[in-house]
């Protein structure tokens, strides 16, 4: 495994000045940003997350408004009664994606909102709270709890609300395989905490956000 000096004197020659690598890299929320975004945004968010999965961004991202009408502002506490027939006329609506599994992700997401409003005061409590030396362990509490966050779900959604975490891309795994942290996707424990392990240490020695070395660890494949 390289060090961090490695990595970044490779993006400089790669962009060829500190300015222009700074111009491609993501910043992330300050934690007071994360705890006052509302409940109903962090839902909204998780639902175009589900929805994304596998779909065109752009299609998606045209339809989003007539999802914020039929979703009452995703508004967990209202989204969260809505009932099968209700879910079964929406997917007569033509203005929505009508993807039956994903609409019925919405109101058990404002589900498990709830529950960790109870727990926490708010969704963006937790998302602010948990560090991110353990952001794997975030990807794998969103997974168990939420509905259809699996795979890259949950980091890509962490990367929407401005949570800072890398995401394990193509592009990033090629790069690790090369690091010699991993072999294969990381997908088990042991290799997540790897992964991990390996960002905590680059995260050290820069004081870099992980969404950065993320970014940069990801230029260093050919492309």
């Known amino acids: 495994m390289r060090d961090y000096q490695w990595l970044h004197e490779y993006c400089l020659n790669r ?5 222009a690598l700074e111009a491609r890299l993501p910043q992330p929320r300050a934690d007071a940003e994360l705890r006052a975004l509302s ?6 968010l998780l639902a175009l997350r589900v929805f994304r999965a596998g ?3 752009s299609l998606v991202d045209a339809k989003w408004p007539a999802f914020e009408q039929v979703f009452f502002g995703f508004d967990p506490e209202k989204v969260v009664l809505m009932g099968a027939e209700h879910l079964e006329r929406l997917m007569q609506d033509a203005r929505l994606i009508r993807h039956l599994g994903k609409l019925k992700s919405v109101p058990r997401n404002a589900q498990f909102i709830l529950d960790v409003r109870q727990e926490k005061g708010s969704f963006g409590a937790l998302i602010a709270d948990w560090p991110a030396t353990d952001i794997v362990g975030l990807w794998k509490y969103l997974a168990k709890h939420g509905n259809q966050l699996g795979g890259l779900s949950a980091p890509r959604f962490l990367r929407m609300v401005g949570k800072d975490t890398f995401i394990p891309t ?3 795994v090629a790069a690790l395989r090369a690091q010699q942290i991993i ?3 990381p997908t088990s424990q042991k290799d997540l905490a790897l992964v991990q392990a390996a960002f905590n240490q680059w995260h050290a ?3 870099r956000p992980l ?5 940069m660890l990801a230029h260093t494949v050919n492309h």
């Open 15 to 19: 962009f060829g000045s500190a300015a």
């Open 39 to 44: 409940d109903d945004r962090y839902l909204s």
């Open 55 to 57: 779909l065109k961004h």
């Open 170 to 172: 193509d592009d990033m």
């Open 183 to 185: 072999d294969k996707a």
């Open 205 to 207: 020695q820069s004081g």
């Open 211 to 215: 969404c950065q070395l993320s970014v």
